[in-house]
């Protein structure tokens, strides 16, 4: 058989994070992988939350220290500014709900973003 055109594949994978602060409009992550500033991504609070699922973009990402990683290579911390983006009015009142349980500095926090 052929098959005629492109063919392509996408590949996505899911990126833990931890939450730094987090409002209405956005939060601050840290996480060990690059993040480009202008990219979008999806955000997941943890189940605990509700695992509320929000389109987020990239503002900034940057270096902020090192962990050790395997053998004597470090492996790079970094922290990400992301805006939530196009979300329904549901998802913003479950998201004020999250905030408001959590409060702008949510302690040892965890969640996913999906590139």
């Known amino acids: 058989m052929r098959v005629g055109g492109r063919m392509g594949a996408e590949a996505r994978a899911w990126l833990d994070v931890r939450l730094v ?3 209405v409009t956005g939060a601050r992550i840290e996480h060990r992988d690059v993040l480009q500033p202008g990219s979008t991504c999806t955000f997941e609070f943890p189940p605990a939350l ?3 699922l929000v ?3 990239v503002v900034h990402s940057s270096v ?3 962990e ?3 053998g004597d290579q470090p492996l790079a911390r970094f922290q990400s500014g992301l805006e939530f983006i196009g979300m329904k009015a549901d998802q913003r009142a479950r998201l004020a709900g999250i905030v408001e349980r959590l409060g702008e500095r949510p302690a040892a926090t965890e969640g996913r973003v999906r590139l």
């Open 50 to 52: 509700g695992g509320l």
């Open 55 to 57: 389109t987020v973009r």
């Open 64 to 66: 902020v220290g090192a």
């Open 21 to 23: 602060d987090l409002s």
């Open 68 to 70: 050790p990683g395997p």
